[in-house]
């Protein structure tokens, strides 16, 4: 090979793939004054329990997309400025009831959305969602709320271009916990719901339904059930091909 | 729901003389030995803190700002009124779910939206609305020359860079709002323009026709 087409080669290589545009949506009337055809990035979100292994994939996932020259960025539930710490300090008391805890969450996200998810796709950037809506739906369904009232409320939201939902039985994810932590924490296993006194019990049930709304959640919100029982790079490798499908503009939200 | 207690609202423009009017409710039913609670929108000690630090940092969006006093609602509305509602309480509120429907749409957020959130809420046995001149209003309030505060002049609508005009036209805005919902929520209108005896001898004549007071005597359990 000449050292010319060695050269050319090797530009080619260097070139990045630039995913097509999607055309976008909200769930319902969306933000107001929000322009989507300038969303350019894409919004990819992981969904999951504790344990179920988001977290890892999320920066396996950061680490391979950034290698292919993708600018990312994180988010997750309950980190915006505006009323995290104070999300965080009701949670430690205990002192709100469900519908002020679910309008605080929804406050968290929207803060979030417009602050960071928003800028960052009209900056072009992919964006890895630890969580969406689905978490907080699924947790406020199991404490009763009404199902129509959260599909307005989460109108809202930016319908993303992929969602993955890694799904790890209750008994496993006890394990998993225990591995990690030795302790379960109060709000996973679901105490205020009041489903048993015990905690252990209650973790296992609170679990169960939280995946069962998900389940059902699955059939108005579009997402791929990942199997979270297997090895992690097992897992790794099926985003991988999922969400290189999605860059090529192969999947549609 | 059902429930033994009586929910009375009052809405209005800031400067319309609403909080004065229900203070003189207030006080009257106080007098009159029945079981009366009164709360005002944006009060709730626990989201106090974000919603300061929202609005002194300019933090908040049409959305994060309907959520946040939506939260604070919700906490009042969770814990105090409907338990004191069904306690039999006379419950008086300075400004209720109206107002959110006004501000936050006149900010742009989807009315649809908007009265999807507070569907929660049960509507009010009576909602006095103050009508007053949008003049009276804006005179009242900007007499003094006060500093407005940032949301408060709408400066985040930026219909005007001055903080004076702003505040007109968002209040503008506001009171065509209020106006075309008045029917669809039976606003009980009173011409805020009148004098405070002549307005409040209306409510309390109102209050008095429309609802049994004598039920929600304090020492009712005793006495019977």
């Not at chain 1, 709320?145 to 992929?162: F, H, R, S, T």
């Not at chain 2, 919603?51 to 009042?76: C, E, M, V, W, Y």
Request: include cysteine; proline fraction near 3%.
């Amino acid at each position: 090979m000449s050292t010319a087409r060695l050269k050319k080669s090797a530009a080619r290589q260097n070139i990045i793939m630039l995913p097509p545009r999607t055309k976008r949506r909200f769930y319902g009337d969306g933000i107001p004054g929000v322009d989507l055809e300038k969303l350019a990035g894409k919004l990819i979100v992981i969904e999951g329990a504790d344990g179920s292994g988001r977290s890892t994939q999320i920066s396996r996932l950061v680490e391979w997309l950034e290698g292919c020259g993708h600018a990312t960025i994180q988010v997750g539930l309950k980190r915006s400025t505006l009323v995290s710490e104070e999300l965080d300090r009701a949670q430690h008391g205990n002192t709100l009831s469900r519908t002020t805890l679910s309008l605080f969450y929804a406050t968290d996200f929207a803060d979030q959305l417009e602050n960071v998810i928003l800028p960052s796709l009209r900056a072009g950037m992919m964006v890895l969602a630890d969580r969406y809506i689905y978490t907080l739906m699924a947790r406020d369904l199991v404490r009763g709320m009404d199902e129509d009232w959260l599909k307005n409320l989460y109108g809202i939201a930016l319908v993303p271009d992929a969602v993955f939902y890694l799904n790890v039985s209750p008994e496993e994810l006890v394990q998993r916990t225990f591995q990690k932590k030795l302790a379960l924490d109060y709000w996973e296993s679901g105490m205020d719901v009041g489903l048993s006194r015990d905690m252990f019990d209650s973790f296992l049930k609170y679990q169960t339904l939280v995946e069962e709304q998900f389940k059902h959640l699955q059939s108005n919100y579009d997402f791929t059930i990942i199997d979270g029982h297997r090895p992690s790079n097992a897992i790794f490798a099926e985003l991988q091909q999922r969400i290189e499908a999605v860059l090529a503009g192969l999947v549609k939200p | 729901m059902n429930f033994p207690g009586r929910l009375i609202a009052v809405e209005g423009l800031d400067g319309s003389g609403k909080s004065t009017q229900i203070h003189l409710l207030k006080k009257w039913l106080e007098v009159e030995g029945l079981k009366v609670f009164f709360s005002e929108w944006n009060s709730s000690e626990l989201v106090k803190s974000a919603t300061s630090k929202g609005k002194n940092r300019q933090l908040l969006t049409p959305t994060t700002f309907s959520l946040i006093h939506a939260t604070d609602f919700a906490d009042r509305y969770e814990r105090q009124l409907m338990p004191l509602l069904r306690a039999g309480y006379i419950v008086l509120c300075d400004r209720y779910i109206f107002t959110a429907y006004v501000r936050d749409t006149v900010r742009g957020c989807s009315p649809r939206w908007v009265r999807g959130i507070y569907n929660f809420a049960a509507l009010p046995d009576l909602t006095f609305f103050f009508k007053a001149d949008l003049e009276v209003s804006l005179a009242r309030i900007l007499d003094g020359r006060p500093e407005l505060k940032y949301f408060e002049a709408g400066m985040d609508l930026h219909l005007s860079s001055d903080p004076y005009e702003s505040f007109r036209l968002f209040q503008g805005r506001m009171i065509e709002r209020y106006l075309s919902m008045s029917d669809e929520f039976r606003f009980i209108t009173v011409d805020a323009n009148q004098p405070i005896e002549t307005q409040q001898s209306f409510v309390r004549e109102t209050v008095a026709s429309r609802l049994k007071l004598a039920a929600f005597a304090r020492n009712k359990a005793r006495a019977s």
